[in-house]
Each structure stands twice: as C-alpha cells, then as structure tokens.
C-alpha cells in the first residue's frame, strides 16, 4: 500500500525507481521445501510417502554433544574401519523402500534435488541444486546427515564419512589415494556398484581430465603431474573469487543451472563422469551410475566423493591468494533445505549453518595437496614451460590475424575454435573473469565437454590439461529429468591470473581457443556472448 502510494504521487523517472527497487527485493531465499509432497518427478525418485515419521520440520540447531568426527583417506582405512564401512553400506541397501534412510532413498533425496521433481505450488521452475551457489551447501547437508544416518544404523556414534583423494597425486603404492579405493571394486562388497565403465576397475590412475569414461593411456607419472596442474587451474588460479569457485547466484522461483562454480564442473564433475558407465544400456542411461544426477548417489563411492569434495571446499578456503570466503549475500545464507536425519525425521538447515565444518563438529585427516602450487615447490607455481611457447611479435600478429568472437560461432567435436576477446581497462579492484553466456546445449541428457585455452590456437582436439595455457573446462553432466538447460547459463573463470600464469598480462585481446572433448559424438555448442570484467566478490553483492 505504501509503495502504491508513493508511486501515485512521484515523478515518472522516481516510479520507475520504486518499481525496480520493488522488482529486485522479490529476489528471495529458497524456503525449507516440503518434502515429501512437493514433489513430482518424471524419474520416479520422490521420497516415500505416506510419510510417518515425526510430524512437521524441526529446524536444525548446534548440538554440542554431537562427538567430533575425523573424516579419513579412503585408501588408508584400517580394518577396523573398512568392514565397518561394508557393514555399513549392507545396512542402508537392506533398509525398506519405505525408510528414507535406505541407499535407495538417499539416491532419490538426490535425485529430487536437482532433476526436474521438487516444484512449489505457483512456481515455474523446479528447485536445483546443481550448477550454482548452492551446489556445495547442499551437498555439505546431505553428507552430514548421510554420516550421521549410518553412525546410527551402526550404532557407532564414532562414524566418519571416508573421503576419497582424487586430489591426492602422491607417489606411494599401498594404494595411492588418486585411484578408486580397492575396497569399492570388490564385487562381493557392499560399496562395489555394477555400473560402472571398465576404467574405473581396471586402470588405477584417475583422469580428471577424462572424456566421459573413455579409458585413457597415460602413464601414472603423467596422470599425477596433469590431475595436480588441473586442479591447480580449475580452483586456485581459475577460480580466486567467491563468485567463481561458487557459482551463480539462484533466488527462490529462478530457472536454476545458471551457472557452476569452476570446481562443480571440474574436478568434481569429472570424476563423476569417469566412475560412470558409458555404455550403459536402457533402461539405465549413458553414464549410470556416477556420471547422472538421478542415479549417482546409488553408487556407494559418491559419498566418498562428495566428502572430498567437501573438503577441497575447505581447503579452498585456507588457500592464502585471492578473495576466498564466502558469498556475503543474506539471500544467500537465509536458504533453508530440508532432508532427513537419523531417525528418518525431517529437518531443515539453514545454508548459513553449515559454512563453518567446526560448528558441525567434523573435520578431515590431513593429507599433502601439491596442487594448491601447482604440483611444485611452493613459489615455483609458474614456472612450468609453455606448450606453445610465442615471441611478443608472435603474440601481436596472433591477435591481429584472429577473428573476434560472434555468437555465430559453433564449437563442434572435430575442430577446435579460435577468437578474441578485448579486455577492459584495468581496474585496481577485483579479478579479471572471462565470462560466456548464453551457452547453449542441445542435448541436455548428453554430457558437454570442452577445454579452454589461451595462445594456444593449434592445440589438438585431444589435447590435454598439463600446458600452462589450459584455462578451463565446461563438463555438463546428464540432466536427463531436466526439460532443458537454462538459456542465460555462463562459463566463467579467472583469466587476470592465468594471463600472468603465461607470461601475458601486457596484452590488450586474449585470444581464446576452445576444443569440444565429449567421448565422441559430441554436441554443436554455441554461445551468445563472451566479455571480460572484473569480479569484486565476495565485497559486493554480486548479481548473474
Ligand atoms: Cu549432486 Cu556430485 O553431485
């Protein structure tokens, strides 16, 4: 009434304002979905109902006499804690289909997050937790409770979730962490899963460079130099802002998937596309287990997976270069979800409640990251050789022989793509972010895959990230229950860094080449637009 009021009385440019101060305070947080019966999901994975646990939603507090838990290595477990960890899994996947608590329900719980199934009454577009900001408090919760559901089932409140070190490159054989743990590949165990590719059995070196569970060759000494220079470009030189490494902001009622954070495509994205079955027959879909959302918790090494993702988070956090906090944004921190707890009751937490691993009373086992100096001595972070090593004057004439970027352009899977970009003045403030927008997927129920590079306009299509000129990666996953992907979407990632990382802060265009690396067909992806700006995250409240 009082805003109406107003607007009767003011001037046409004033009205104007109010309306679009009014316009902007409907950006809100995601109130505590009601789960089970807001769901309606085309891949059957709603939650069971009739739901007869307590009634109503208890909001989550602190509860001090939780015990502390030590999340640790997978490939280091002791006895002791693999059987129980076997034991563990038996117990979920023997729970009823009516249980919430039981493997398949905990698969479901996500699934239901984030393919097309959780609407609330007068919204568009249903909930996602994937591919923005809330990709990692979401799946902080699930994990949590996922821990404290089996401690219970256990009856062992002494229950750590184990992570698996993906990240982990260390020269050691007694397994070394950046190979699926041993245990999960045993098919008599209760964390082996059927479905998944043959790599993930049989060649030990994780790719996280993979094209979509498509067996590489590459030797163990590569592998560990490669996986510790990706990760070092996908999250400490690619991604030194809040905004980057979290991705997209998303309100309450927003077509989601506006766009990840650097780390949700890359590594995380990608080990779930190397531990999934290419092959996979119908009814299953290509990439079951691991590399879809509406069967990847299925696979008991998800939750190992998604601990560790968990704990680059925090890792990410303490890495002393750049902006690395998190989002100042109450819209933000207000988010509640709900899920279940130990005794299958519904609880809701607040996104603001599980930013600090403390406050939960968790933490992990330290375990050496050379990544974070890109798998060198400390200090010695740039000084790999270029791939593609260019005089000044190479560099002037590359940038005045390349064609400037047009949403005309298509990248396809047999050719690379090449053009510029020109930076904008140079700013005391913030980071430079190259950005991409309006990237469009076709085919949303295939994976998309491409790695950007900078001065590097004849690298090969099955070029690998190892060169310093590597300076990101698009993986989208499978989103098969997704009518299709959201049309604003961007890619974005650090390029002020990187250019220095080469030895190229001096130049005026970058010149940008782009390889499509899907597991052959791959897609025709396009994009409407690509700019560079600076980031001042998290100083600002910062907008898509
Ligand atoms: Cu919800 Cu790793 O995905």
Not at 450 to 478: D, H, I, Q, R, S
Not at 536 to 542: A, E, I, K, N
Request: net charge positive; with cysteine.
């Amino acid at each position: 009434m009082g805003n109406l009021a107003v607007g009767w009385i003011c001037f046409a440019v004033l009205c104007m304002v109010a309306v679009t101060s009014e316009a902007k305070s409907l950006k809100r947080s995601i109130p505590a979905p009601d789960i089970p019966n807001q769901c309606n999901s085309i891949e059957r994975c709603c939650m069971p109902t009739p739901y007869t646990g307590v009634p109503g939603i208890r909001q989550f507090e602190f509860e001090a006499e939780q015990p502390w838990r030590v999340r640790r290595p997978a490939h280091r477990l002791s006895k002791f804690e693999l059987d129980r960890l076997e034991r563990a899994y038996a117990l979920l996947r023997a729970l009823p289909d009516s249980d919430p608590r039981s493997l398949w329900n905990q698969k479901n719980l996500h699934c239901l997050y984030c393919d097309n199934a959780l609407y609330y009454p007068g919204q568009k577009y249903p909930l996602e937790i994937h591919n923005g900001w809330y990709f990692l408090p979401w799946h902080r919760m699930f994990m949590y409770w996922h821990e404290r559901i089996i401690a219970k089932v256990l009856n062992d409140s002494t229950f750590a979730l184990p992570f698996w070190a993906w990240d982990n490159q260390q020269d050691v054989t007694d397994p070394p962490g950046n190979v699926i743990p041993p245990q999960y590949t045993n098919p008599n165990s209760s964390l082996y899963d059927p479905i998944r590719n043959n790599c993930s059995q049989a060649n030990p070196y994780i790719d996280l460079d993979t094209r979509g569970g498509v067996c590489s060759n590459k030797t163990a000494s590569y592998m560990r130099t490669q996986n510790n220079r990706l990760i070092y470009s996908q999250i400490v030189v690619g991604a030194p802002t809040t905004s980057l490494f979290y991705g997209m902001p998303y309100y309450f009622g927003d077509w989601g998937g506006a766009g990840p954070g650097t780390f949700e495509d890359q590594p995380h994205g990608t080990v779930h596309a190397w531990v999934g079955d290419p092959y996979a027959k119908p009814p299953l879909k290509t990439l079951d287990d691991m590399g879809n959302f509406g069967r990847a918790a299925f696979d008991p090494i998800f939750y190992a997976h998604h601990a560790n993702v968990d704990r680059v988070w925090y890792l990410w956090n303490h890495i002393p270069s750049g902006a690395r906090s998190f989002p100042q944004n109450p819209i933000f921190n207000n988010t509640q979800f709900t899920l279940y707890d130990e005794n299958a009751n519904l609880v809701k937490m607040n996104v603001s409640q599980v930013l600090d691993s403390n406050l939960l009373r968790y933490r992990y086992e330290y375990l050496p990251t050379p990544w974070v100096t890109n798998g060198v001595e400390p200090g010695k972070e740039n000084s790999i050789p270029l791939c593609n090593p260019l005089s000044k004057r190479s560099v002037t004439s590359l940038i005045a022989t390349t064609g400037k970027f047009s949403s005309k352009l298509v990248l396809t899977d047999t050719a690379a793509l090449t053009f510029k970009v020109r930076r904008p003045k140079k700013s005391s403030r913030g980071t430079e972010v190259l950005q991409l927008s309006g990237l469009r997927i076709p085919n949303n129920t295939a994976q998309a895959h491409w790695k950007a590079y900078l001065f590097y306009p004849g690298v090969a299509v099955t070029a690998n990230a190892a060169c310093p000129e590597y300076a990101g990666t698009l993986n989208f996953l499978p989103h098969v229950g997704q009518a299709t992907t959201n049309p604003k979407r961007a890619w974005r990632v650090a390029i002020g860094p990187k250019l220095e990382q080469i030895g190229k802060s001096y130049v005026k265009d970058i010149v940008i080449t782009m390889v499509q690396t899907t597991k052959p067909p791959g897609q025709n992806l396009t994009f409407t637009k690509a700019q560079i700006y600076y980031d001042l995250s998290p100083h600002v409240t910062y907008d898509a």
